[in-house]
């Protein structure tokens, strides 16, 4: 039974690393390679052994499909290819492959360097790793081999995010990665075909929330900031250097032109001309009215956001900083935190610690830092909320719905809106749980015209609302399927016929004359022989070049030739099954419904 | 357990026990388990629960039926096992009733949470955990625990499933381990019922029809004789081995993948004699019987043993060399053997899999391939090796791929049609073909070798990842061709096809790829590496382009490369073979390139081409680089003043390197641990240590430093810290060590470093005296310094105490702050 099989590795009813395993038509494809940044040892990556229990990766996996460049997404790459040894090919877009990169490598350097954690990967591996990487364009169909194709389309999250559509034949997958349903500042919002997969498999982090609008949390955001620099005070936000820095960026540019603000705001040194290129180089994948004004004026080259450099931070009066790392655990914005947090004027939006209430921080040194900085958390991230998850579903039109990149709670509610409203199958596995959708893939057979004009000739005109019963020898070479007349079979192939005759003797004894005991006997089994025994389907089988088709005669029940039968006092199941040449020869049913 | 930790447990306690309160993330419940792990290794886990009895509490809370979270419940289930891991604290949890009321039928087992499979998962790594002596044996049968485990090893979920078959092995060997007077008798009837009824269980699954329970049993057998190696295994293997040999009678064989994964952890078994139990026989039928697909694997498995009989070892031989057989034989010009195997063994079944289907046949040759090139390293591998017909193999592979095969017959034909343009076959013949570079081959096949590698590296159809592994392949070919036997230089065959090579690789550092570009420029570093010294490599590679072309691909958009042709033309500069032709434009090539480097290294928006020319610096000042031997002085002031400012740590800790460099240059090296390391001669410091210092003080190395010393980055931090202990080690040893003195300059430069500590580094120290860098140096507690930076940047939110703090100061904010992934 041809199924499809899902296995989330990660992100299977959590928001932590996303990897899923996908078999398709007898393809498997792994989707993501995420880590989880709150582990430092093996637990950061899914772990790869359950892929396959034997046999390499490379041989198991067709290919690995990136979605977009955040580690929970992409941070096992480098280990999966470089360190456990896949070395297949790795499809992500233009954007993607551009600064995926980049954040692998702060990653690394953290992790390795100033952790000091061992068996991580190293520069090279990053460079190997994304050497393996084949990049697509949006609504390109990429063949990663003759059977497997896959498609990219936007998703809005981040500069590059892509949904992809994976399908064999007939039989399809959308993966969402991470998405969002509404146009922001700086992206569109995703759009994907009515491409009515048998499986859509969408990322749910917003499961049970309807997110207020984007206006209202804009203007909170701007209102505190404003605010803060009235009072004289400075404000740090901690970013990661590509994503939603960049709408934040376009936020406070507008505002301070708006309200000529003349207070200086700064974004880490480097990282604004590499956001910027990067901007510049994927303008398409920005939203419309970026792309729209990018010859006039280039929305990301900014009037008000300067380079910062480290001795700005002891500058007197207001100022705005963005400083990377986003979770203030080391660089510039734990820096310029150590400095600011003091000052009850200032205000920062920060990690962990800070954000979970604590005010006394022991910093490396043993030294206690406290804060009586003002402390914000705002929430930026672009993933569509139940309702806009609600919409991509109605979009796709997917036979059934898979929910990952969630929490198991939120998903539940979300999994009984789905089938309630949507009337579509919906599921949640846990990570390491497999789900098994059966399909039924339609298989095109072509049709001889000889086949169908004989057809014809009886008298039975095509009819296209009732299916019926086509007869013939079906062919199968280079994994095409083709319905011809028995006769073509054997003439195409090169064939002789041959003539099984089965037989057994059976002695009677009945004390009747021999021809009406004949006749007693063939009524008999003319009653109560079962249909099959007449039509027993030959087994033919094709192998490389010769094929071997079986001589099936076109059968309605009992057409076999009974008076030979009788005479012969045998079983003659069958005539003119070709011989068979051993178990290669795989066995094909000569009747196919044919819709009219 | 400290007493900080103490006080904020019964606060967290409650906090988990709490339904209303959700955990901040999935990682501080693994966390905290940890840490649990860590105090009951180091001491009594009974101690710890009677100091702290809101522990137990909490597992006793756990049990009320209430909406708790899954992940709580999981992981009070993993908490109690690692407590009644001790059998002290196991009786104690006993005592309460605690550990039945968890694990047995009553708990979570038999209600609603029980469909989560994190609930699942804690109930078997609770057991897990637990069994570590006899009465939890007692506990497992009493509570019918094991038929439980033997329903999860169908779990839908992988990781429960998989876990159960673990503890399954782990709670047989726990059994046969015996009590304390001793292990069971070695007959099967003896052994402890739990053992039997495991055994029996297995005994059932392997006559069974259903494929997953076979494999169940077989997953089990497979794990318990890969990791206990007691004579009872033998006993088991022969109560068993009927069985498993039975399986191989069923058409087709039964998880043939566990079978194999059964057979070869048998015969590796150390606790097994291989000839009694009939396994080589078993082995030498599962080869036959299993499809050419299923039997590489186990093939490979057998050549990999130490001692395996001679007959068992050819065919399995024969079983990996088939698949290359048959392509040699459908691609044969003429008729005769292909060498590789005799044409009568070539079986048919091989060829039967290889044509009708794409992915079949490409499958099974990637398969082959990969296989073959793990043997061919090991000295076990078969003897003689065919490595004339596999290089033939190969190549053939690599024509039918790239379209330059032609073969006669009709089933070569097909061949070709299904290989064309596979890069998953090209991938792995290339490397394959590298492999093989370890051996010799006759020199008309080393030709064809050398002709289908340029063929690729020519080919515009080839991808990038293809290209990079013909590079690969061409090197390790390039490096295997010397003749003579000790000498590294490139033979005149080899020679002759560098000639057709560099218009190759010219052509390639032009690509539009960067993979590509980059590829071919570690490839020309590669080669100039190990042939710069040779005239005719150096005659070839100037009579091209290719250094121009590198030169030129130091300006690439992409920072990769960049970082790539800095390498190389590090390399190519050092071996003198990047003079540009004289022209007006270029008045003193090497000049120039320094200039380029210091210019990228002051500019470069990215970090890796800085980094890679600190790098190529560090190497030429140790090699004693001509445009360095100039003005040693002048080059390392100006590099170390422009990394000094660079934004990326790993360029200032580069500049660490350099500054060791010239130290060691100036002061002389370290002294070697080793007695019979040749020391090179340097210029050991006659004049006075002060004297000596003065050029390190000359090219600002102090300020460097001490600015290093303060970098907010740990590894710079730490570099620097130990090339300021190498140079007190310096002083100690020198004979001209003078007595400590304080001087108004000795007083200014440590306020000066008091602030930078600081953090304040915008004044510099301006000119050192070398006196005053000595009496700075006494003066600092390195060694103290150097212990606080051993400590990982983050060990202080590692701590135990922060991670309660962390979890407590979740408690009432989450609702507040969506998860939010960035």
Redesign the interface.
């Given at each position: 039974m041809p199924e499809i099989r899902v296995?989330p590795l990660g992100a299977g009813q959590?928001?932590?690393r996303s990897c899923i395993l996908v078999s398709i038509a007898?393809k498997n494809v792994m989707l993501d390679c995420g880590m989880?940044m709150?582990?430092?040892d093996d637990?950061r990556f899914p772990?790869f052994s359950?892929i396959t229990?034997?046999?390499?990766l490379?041989?198991f996996l067709d290919c690995v499909i990136i979605s977009h460049f955040?580690l929970?997404h992409c941070g096992a790459l480098p280990y999966f290819s470089e360190m456990v040894g896949y070395?297949?090919?790795i499809y992500m877009t233009h954007p993607t492959q551009a600064i995926c990169?980049i954040l692998l490598?702060d990653y690394r350097?953290i992790a390795v360097?100033?952790?000091?954690e061992a068996n991580f990967f190293t520069?090279q591996m990053i460079?190997d790793c994304?050497?393996?990487v084949v990049a697509v364009h949006l609504h390109q169909t990429v063949q990663v081999?003759?059977?497997l194709e896959i498609k990219a389309y936007y998703a809005g999250h981040?500069l590059g995010a892509a949904m992809f559509q994976i399908k064999v034949g007939s039989e399809s997958v959308v993966y969402t990665g991470?998405y969002n349903m509404t146009p922001d500042r700086h992206l569109g919002a995703a759009w994907i075909d009515r491409c009515r997969p048998n499986l859509l498999i969408t990322e749910s982090?917003?499961a049970t929330?309807i997110r207020d609008s984007k206006r209202c949390r804009e203007r909170d955001f701007l209102k505190k900031v404003h605010e803060a620099v009235e009072r004289g005070g400075k404000v740090l936000i901690p970013v990661?250097a590509l994503?939603?820095a960049q709408e934040l960026c376009i936020l406070l540019e507008t505002f301070w032109e708006r309200m000529n603000l003349k207070a200086p705001i700064y974004f880490s040194?480097?990282l604004t001309?590499?956001a910027n290129?990067y901007y510049k180089l994927f303008i398409t994948w920005t939203n419309q009215k970026i792309r729209k004004t990018f010859v006039q004026r280039n929305m990301f080259e900014f009037k008000h956001i300067k380079a910062f450099d480290r001795?700005f931070a002891?500058n007197p009066g207001p100022m705005v900083v963005f400083a990377t790392p986003?979770m203030l655990?080391?660089?510039q914005s734990?820096?310029i935190f150590?400095?600011w947090a003091g000052n009850e004027k200032n205000m920062g939006t920060v990690g962990?610690?800070i954000?979970?209430?604590?005010r006394k921080l022991?910093?490396?040194?043993r030294q206690v830092l406290e804060v009586k900085m003002q402390v914000e958390?705002m929430?930026f991230?672009a993933?569509a909320d139940a309702k806009g998850i609600m919409q991509l579903v109605g979009q796709v039109e997917p036979e059934g719905v898979l929910l990952v990149h969630g929490?198991?709670k939120k998903m539940e509610f979300l999994k009984q809106k789905i089938e309630q409203e949507l009337r579509v199958s919906c599921y949640m596995p846990?990570?390491?749980?497999?789900v098994t959708l059966p399909t039924s893939p339609s298989i095109p057979v072509g049709i001889s015209l000889g086949l169908l004009k004989r057809e014809m000739a009886q008298g039975l005109l095509p009819d296209a609302k009732k299916p019926r019963l086509l007869h013939g020898t079906l062919i199968m070479k280079d994994?095409n399927f083709r319905l011809v007349s028995s006769e073509q079979a054997l003439k195409e192939l090169g064939l002789a016929e041959h003539q099984l005759r089965f037989t057994c003797r059976v002695h009677l004894h009945d004390p009747r004359k021999e021809q009406e005991t004949a006749l007693r006997v063939y009524s008999h089994l003319k009653r109560w022989a079962p249909r099959s025994f007449w039509l027993g389907l030959g087994r033919s089988g094709?192998?490389?070049?010769s094929h071997c088709a079986s001589r099936q005669r076109p059968q309605g029940p009992l057409r076999a030739a009974p008076s030979r039968w009788v005479r012969d006092c045998g079983v003659h199941p069958h005539p003119g099954c070709c011989p068979l040449r051993g178990?290669?020869h795989q066995g094909a049913a000569g009747v196919l419904d044919l819709p009219g | 357990m400290d007493p900080e930790c103490s006080q904020l447990l019964p606060a967290l306690c409650a906090v988990l026990a709490d339904p209303r309160q959700p955990m901040a993330d999935d990682t501080c419940l693994e966390k905290l388990l940890d840490w649990f792990k860590t105090i009951t290794e180091a001491g009594s886990s009974l101690l710890l629960l009677q100091e702290n009895p809101c522990l137990v509490e909490l597992l006793c809370h756990v049990l009320k039926p209430q909406d708790l979270s899954s992940r709580v419940l999981s992981f009070s289930l993993r908490l109690t096992g690692v407590f009644a891991a001790q059998e002290d604290c196991f009786q104690y949890l006993q005592q309460g009733e605690l550990l039945p009321r968890l694990f047995g039928e009553a708990g979570p087992l038999g209600g609603a949470a029980w469909t989560a499979p994190t609930v699942r998962s804690g109930w078997i790594q609770g057991l897990r955990s637990l069994a570590q002596h006899p009465s939890a044996l007692h506990f497992l049968a009493d509570c019918g625990a094991v038929d439980t485990i033997f329903s999860l090893q169908g779990d839908s979920s992988l990781f429960v499933a998989s876990a159960a078959g673990q503890l399954l092995v782990h709670i047989l060997s726990l059994s046969m381990r015996g009590p304390a007077e001793g292990p069971p008798g070695l007959q099967a009837d003896d052994w402890p019922a739990c053992a039997q009824k495991i055994v029996g269980h297995i005994e059932e699954s392997l006559r069974s029809t259903a494929a997953p329970q076979i494999t169940q049993a077989l997953n089990v057998l497979t794990t318990t004789f890969g990791h206990c190696h007691d004579p009872w295994t033998q006993v088991l293997w022969v109560q068993l081995h009927p069985l498993v040999a039975a399986l191989l009678e069923k058409d087709p064989v039964p998880a043939a993948h566990s079978l194999v994964d059964l057979l070869l952890s048998v015969a590796r078994s150390p606790g097994l004699s291989s000839s009694s139990c009939g396994l080589w026989e078993t082995l030498a039928q599962t080869l036959s019987h299993l499809s050419p697909t299923q039997a590489g694997l186990l093939a490979l498995g057998i050549l990999k043993l130490q001692d395996c009989p001679q007959a068992l070892r050819a065919q399995a031989f024969a079983v990996l060399l088939q698949p290359l057989a048959c392509v040699l034989k459908a691609t044969a010009q003429g008729p005769g053997p292909s060498g590789l195997l005799d044409s009568t063994s070539a079986d048919s079944v091989t060829a039967d899999i290889l044509l009708p289907s794409k992915a079949a046949c490409v499958g099974l040759l990637c398969r082959t391939l990969a296989h073959l090139e793990l043997l061919l390293p090991l000295p076990q591998r078969p003897c003689p090796w065919p490595q004339a017909p596999l290089l033939g193999a190969a190549v053939t592979l690599l024509q039918l791929c790239g379209g330059s095969g032609s073969p006669a017959s009709d089933e070569g034909r097909q061949l070709c049609t299904l290989l064309l343009g596979c890069v998953r076959v090209q991938r792995a013949a290339l490397d394959f073909l590298g492999t093989l570079s370890q051996e010799t081959g006759p020199p008309e096949l080393v030709t064809q070798v050398f002709a289908v590698l340029l063929e690729y590296l020519r080919s515009p159809d080839s991808s990038p990842t293809v290209l990079k592994k013909a590079f690969q392949a061409t090197f390790r070919w390039l490096l295997s061709s010397p003749r003579t036997p000790g000498c590294s230089d490139l033979d005149s065959h080899a020679l002759l096809f560098l000639r057709e090579l560099l218009p190759v690789l010219q052509k390639r550092l032009c690509s539009p790829c960067w993979e590509v570009r980059d590829s071919g420029l570690e490839f020309l570093t590669q080669m100039t590496r190990r042939w710069g010294g040779q005239a005719g490599f150096r005659h070839a590679l100037l009579a091209s382009e290719v250094p121009r072309l590198t030169e030129q691909l130091l300006r690439d958009p992409e920072s990769y490369v960049r970082a790539s042709a800095v390498t190389a033309m590090g390399q190519l500069s050092s071996q003198g073979l990047c003079v540009p032709p004289a022209s007006p434009e270029h008045p003193g090539g090497q000049q120039s390139l320094l200039g380029e480097l210091l210019h990228i290294l002051s500019t470069d928006s990215e970090g890796f081409p800085r980094r890679a020319v600190m790098q190529v610096f560090t190497q030429w000042l140790r090699d004693s680089h001509a445009d360095v031997v100039g003005d040693t002085e002048q080059f390392v002031a100006g590099v170390l003043q422009v990394a000094g400012q660079d934004l990326d740590w790993e360029v200032r800790a580069q500049g660490l390197e350099l500054a060791l460099v010239f130290l060691e240059q100036t002061l002389g090296p370290p002294r070697s641990h080793c007695p019979y390391a040749v020391t090179p001669p340097v210029a050991a410091p006659a004049s006075p240590l002060t004297q000596a210092l003065q050029p390190l003080c000359r090219v600002r190395l102090f300020e460097f430093a001490f600015r290093a010393l303060f970098d907010c980055d740990r590894p710079v931090a730490q570099k620097s810290c130990d090339l300021l202990l190498l140079l007190r080690a310096k002083m100690a040893s020198s004979s001209s060590l003078q007595e400590p003195r304080s001087s108004p300059d000795v007083a200014s430069v440590e306020a000066a470093l008091q602030r930078w500590r600081a953090g304040d580094q915008a004044q510099p120290l301006g000119d050192l005296e070398p006196e005053v860098v000595l009496a700075v140096l006494r003066s600092m507690d390195l060694e103290g310094l150097r212990g606080a930076l051993a400590e990982s940047s983050d060990h202080v939110e590692k701590s135990p105490q922060s991670l309660l703090q962390d979890m407590l100061a979740t408690v009432g904010i989450l609702g507040e702050n969506e998860a939010d992934c960035y």
């Open positions: 296995t959590d928001v932590g007898g989880h709150g582990f430092n637990r772990d359950y229990r034997s046999g390499r490379t041989d955040h929970d070395d297949g090919p990169p490598e350097k360097d100033k952790k000091g520069s460079k994304m050497k393996k081999d003759d059977e981040v991470d982090t917003y929330t990661f994503g939603r040194t480097g001309e590499k290129h001795a002891d986003g655990h080391a660089g734990l820096q150590r400095k962990h610690k954000l979970s209430g604590q022991e910093m490396e040194g958390y929430s991230s993933h929490e198991a846990a990570n390491g749980e497999t994994s094709a192998r490389g070049g178990p290669r | -």
